[in-house]
């Protein structure tokens, strides 16, 4: 099973940028997608974006217009590029393979998540 092990996280001013990595431990090519997520204080974790093997992505409305989601598959990483933080990023996001999952037209279609990295601490201060 592969691993994944997150990196870039920390603390930032609200209004500032974070680009979070995604390392796998072997290739990452034979998933069809990656996602990230997030999880904050209290809550259940939640979907922040996905990008398909071919580029394809899909944003969840709360990162929409604000973050980039992609992936290197020649060097066993994916990204989330983060701008304009808020407070309300505050979270822990961790980084996910889909084996099955498709994005079309913007539309996530997923068939499970198999393989959690450990995640890494957004805190975005007012």
């Known amino acids: 099973q592969v691993q994944l092990v997150e990196s870039g996280g920390g603390l930032v001013q609200a209004g500032g940028s974070l680009r979070l990595s995604c390392t796998a431990s072997s290739s990452i090519a034979e998933f069809p997608v990656m996602a990230w997520y997030l999880q904050a204080p209290g809550k259940d974790r939640e979907l922040v974006a996905v990008v398909g093997r071919e580029g394809r992505t899909r944003y969840e409305n709360a990162v929409k217009g604000r973050s980039t989601v992609s992936r290197d598959n020649s060097k066993n990483m994916a990204f989330l590029q983060m701008n304009n933080l808020k407070p309300e990023d505050t979270a822990v996001y961790y980084c996910?393979?889909?084996?099955?999952?498709?994005?079309?037209?913007?539309?996530?279609?997923?068939?499970?998540?198999?393989?959690w990295g450990q995640g890494t601490q957004v805190t975005v201060s007012s």
């Open positions: 996910a393979t889909d084996k099955g999952g498709t994005v079309r037209k913007e539309i996530y279609y997923p068939s499970g998540i198999g393989s």
